[in-house]
């Protein structure tokens, strides 16, 4: 059934995509599962290929996927479980100084430490 995947990617700290193809029209689900927890399952319509988003993940998070797919005729199939990590949350904070920066003059330079 599985032609190409299920794959995570475009892997973001909070989101992720799943994609997969398959070899005839059929309606997929995709278990989400966390420390071997289910999370959420999140169900695509019938297609070749099929595109899911993951949203509302943590960071720095392992995260495990198990697609399910049931074509026309109930004939079902279920992929190897995907593992993929979250990314870390991005740092939106400009640098600090530790200390204020210090200049030391004298006539001929400066010398400016921080």
């Given amino acids: 059934m599985f ?3 299920p794959v995570a990617e475009g892997i973001e700290d909070v989101t992720a995509v799943v ?3 398959l070899d005839e029209r059929a309606e997929g689900v995709v278990d ?3 420390d071997g927890a289910y999370i959420e399952t999140i169900p695509s319509e019938a ?3 099929h595109v899911v988003q993951l949203q509302d993940l943590m960071a720095t998070t392992t995260y495990e996927i198990v697609v399910t797919v049931t074509d026309g ?7 190897d479980p ?4 979250t990314l870390a949350t991005p740092d939106t904070e400009p ?3 530790v200390r204020r920066p210090r200049a030391d003059v004298t006539h001929v330079s400066a010398t400016i430490t921080w």
Avoid: D, H, N
């Fill in 19 to 21: 994609r997969w193809r």
């Fill in 32 to 34: 989400v599962m966390t």
């Fill in 47 to 49: 297609a070749l290929v």
């Fill in 73 to 79: 005729s109930g004939t079902a199939g279920q992929s």
């Fill in 95 to 97: 640098p600090q100084f």
């Fill in 82 to 85: 995907v593992p993929f990590v």
């Fill in 3 to 5: 032609l190409a995947g």
